[in-house]
T-cell receptor, first 112, second 112 residues
């Protein structure tokens, strides 16, 4: 069974731009969650999507948004990038919730 | 305010000895606790979990202990192996299952 895949793996953007990251979950998994990892804050929960609906949301500004498609693939969008958005963005999938999640390798975003 | 704390950023252990990774939490309403392991350039991998109604869970070389009165949990790895060298994250799931909160991680180095 293929694991969680994320594209692209690395990205460099300029402050003020917007970016879209993609995540393909494990086949059959309907829950997709996004996390931001930074050295100072560790892993922080962004949001969870289940059956194309945002089910849970962490404490991030509205510049961070996401969506999920009917095939469970998910995208995360960050608008008006700030230097502090430089981080590793991780996607995780599971059958139904936040337990037993399988993580992808992440997308390393650098904002200059 | 950090609800899940891993106060030791790093730990060094010799091969064959016990590794003890610690985690403290502030919210007594957490329902599940999980440990993840992360290698560089990979996403976190689920290791072991424990329900708040238990005080111990064991899986091979890995044992997690939960002390609810002290709001403290620990992960024991016995015996430690060089391949265990990684960043270990403690995480807590709230009762509603709507948020998974991670600690900032402890880097374990096992020397041969």
């Amino acid at each position: 069974k293929a694991g969680v895949t994320q594209t692209p793996r690395y990205l460099i953007k300029t402050r003020g731009q917007q970016v879209t990251l993609s995540c393909s979950p494990i086949s059959g998994h309907r829950s997709v969650s996004w996390y931001q990892q930074t050295p100072g804050q560790g892993l922080q929960f962004l949001f969870e999507y289940f059956s194309e609906t945002q089910r849970n949301k962490g404490n991030f500004p509205g510049r961070f948004s996401g969506r999920q498609f009917s095939n469970s693939r998910s995208e995360m969008n960050v608008s008006t990038l700030e230097l502090g958005d430089s981080a590793l963005y991780l996607c995780a999938s599971s059958l139904s919730g936040l337990l037993e999640q399988y993580f992808g390798p992440g997308t390393r975003l650098t904002v200059t | 305010d950090q609800q899940v704390k891993q106060n030791s950023p790093s730990l060094s252990v010799q091969e064959g000895r016990i590794s003890i990774l610690n985690c403290d939490y502030t919210n007594s309403m957490f329902d599940y606790f999980l440990w993840y392991k992360k290698y560089p350039a990979e996403g976190p991998t689920f290791l072991i979990s424990i329900s708040s109604i238990k005080d111990k869970n064991e899986d091979g070389r890995f044992t997690v202990f939960l002390n609810k009165s002290a709001k403290h949990l620990s992960l024991h790895i016995v015996p430690s192996q060089p391949g265990d060298s990684a960043v270990y994250f403690c995480a807590a799931l709230n009762q509603a299952g709507t948020a998974l909160i991670f600690g900032k991680g402890t880097t374990l180095s096992v020397s041969s």
